[in-house]
């Protein structure tokens, strides 16, 4: 039972390059989140997803896009990636009942230059 | 919309001192309440949760939280830390507001000297 897993760990792209974050989680869950986390500003979500096939904006998802083609699978994509989007990505999932904690992936770290 | 508050930026304890970390939240009804640490390079575990009941709640590697309704707090608690305990913790509220939203505070980053 690996949890929630994230690919890649670490990754430097250049102004303007594309890249595809992919999470995974073995728990059966129905709620799956991306979120960045920058200094001093906790974690601040960018998409979220309610179950297959459906995603929904959070708080800062300009410049993102998601996609949840399968219930296990959540894919963040950056199509032009900018300065500002260099930040720790983390990926949760929870359960459709019980007791609403998240679990976490370890998370990406993105540089963009 | 619910919103969370973590005031201390960073605290610094000796190891084997008693710890405290403070969390204060704003919502008109009771919050679903949790504590998260995330050790360095590492996502976020939940250390506890509160929902309803005892306001005292135990976690995880020792952690307790007490819920205060009357202050809006939700404090963390550990009567005595190792140098294990080093890292960013982070509160995080709870509420149906159009559907379940968590809310995470910025975090309070754990420094411990020996």
């Known amino acids: 039972n690996a949890g929630v897993t994230q690919t890649p760990k670490f990754r430097v792209l250049k102004t303007g390059q594309s890249m595809t974050l992919l999470c995974a989680q073995d728990?059966?869950?129905?709620?799956m989140y991306w979120y960045r986390q920058d200094p001093g500003m906790g974690l601040r979500l960018i998409h979220y997803?309610?179950?297959?096939?459906?995603?929904a904006k959070g708080e800062v998802p300009d410049g993102y896009n998601v996609s949840r083609l399968k219930k296990q699978n959540f894919l963040l994509g950056l199509e032009s990636a900018a300065p500002s989007q260099t930040s720790v990505y983390f990926c949760?999932?929870?359960?459709?009942?019980?007791?609403?904690?998240?679990?976490f992936g370890p998370g990406t770290r993105l540089t963009v230059t | 919309a619910q919103s969370v508050t973590q005031p201390d930026i960073h605290i610094t304890v000796s190891e084997g001192a008693s710890l405290e970390l403070r969390c204060n939240y704003s919502?008109?009804?009771?919050?679903?309440l949790f504590w998260y640490v995330q050790s360095p390079g590492q996502g976020l575990q939940l250390l506890l949760k509160?929902?309803?009941?005892?306001?005292l709640v135990q976690g995880i590697k020792g952690f307790e939280a007490e819920f205060k309704r009357s202050q809006s707090s939700f404090n963390l608690r550990k009567p005595s830390v190792h140098w294990s305990d080093a890292a960013e913790y982070f509160c995080?509220?709870?509420?149906?507001?159009?559907?379940?939203?968590?809310?995470f505070g910025a975090g309070t980053r754990l420094f411990v000297k020996a």
């Open positions: 949760a999932s929870r359960g459709g009942t019980g007791g609403f904690e998240q679990y």
């Open positions: 728990m059966n869950h129905e709620y």
């Open positions: 997803s309610v179950g297959e096939g459906t995603t």
């Open positions: 919502y008109g009804a009771t919050p679903y």
């Open positions: 509160y929902f309803s009941g005892d306001t």
């Open positions: 995080a509220v709870g509420a149906w507001t159009g559907g379940f939203k968590t809310i």
